[in-house]
């Protein structure tokens, strides 16, 4: 069985929520608060690193923490107000990976919307017209975050890690295979 670190960051509970439900489905799973995370994850075959979006990245406690992870399997989850398959969104995942320690392997993302904290939303209402966070594209986008997670998004989050349970599996699989046929060549070199 794969063990599992979900580390996380939230301030109003929705990443918590994402991270509860990951550490769930992976069964064998430490959590952790960002805070309170390990200075070292090597006993862990994945860690989950979850996160709010701040300025297009994630918040500042993450990224504090992302270069420590070091030589590890990572997986991404992190949550927002905008639609998970926005350029924002799947930009601030990159930016993540910049920031990650060195050795690791990213093995796959997962986001979903979450409510806007109500202190931001009371800042952003003021913004001005050339504000990208005011007006009224953001009030729908607030409107939509707002039943978010819901539980599509917590059943989607465990479906996240049975997909990634699966790739490792098939990982194993053709590096076995290509183990077997460098030991097969060997044995047996060819006349090229």
């Known amino acids: 069985m794969t063990k599992w670190a ?5 301030v109003t509970g929705n990443t918590r929520q994402i991270a509860e439900a990951i550490a769930e489905q992976a069964g064998d799973a430490d959590v952790f608060r960002v805070q309170d995370a390990p200075a070292d994850v090597s ?18 406690l993450m990224l504090k923490y992302l270069p420590t992870v070091k030589n590890v399997r990572v997986c991404f989850f992190q949550t927002h107000g905008t639609s998970p398959v926005s350029e924002h969104a799947i930009t601030s995942f990159a930016r993540a990976g910049y920031y990650l320690g060195e050795g690791c392997e990213i093995l796959g993302t997962f986001g979903c919307r979450g409510k806007i904290n109500p202190v931001m939303q009371k800042k952003r209402a003021q ?5 990208p966070h005011g007006g009224a594209k953001s009030l729908e986008r607030w409107k939509l975050a707002s039943t978010h997670p819901d539980e599509q998004d917590l059943a989607d989050a465990k479906d996240f890690v049975v997909r990634m349970e699966r790739k ?8 076995a295979r290509q183990a077997a046929k460098r030991k097969e060549q060997q044995k047996n070199p060819s006349d090229d």
Request: avoid cysteine; proline fraction near 8%.
């Open 43 to 60: 006993g862990y075959d994945v860690v989950a690193l979850g996160y709010w979006l701040r300025l297009g990245q994630p918040d500042p």
């Open 6 to 10: 979900v580390i996380y960051s939230s």
């Open 127 to 131: 913004a001005g017209p050339d504000d």
């Open 168 to 175: 490792l599996i098939l990982k194993e699989r053709f590096l």
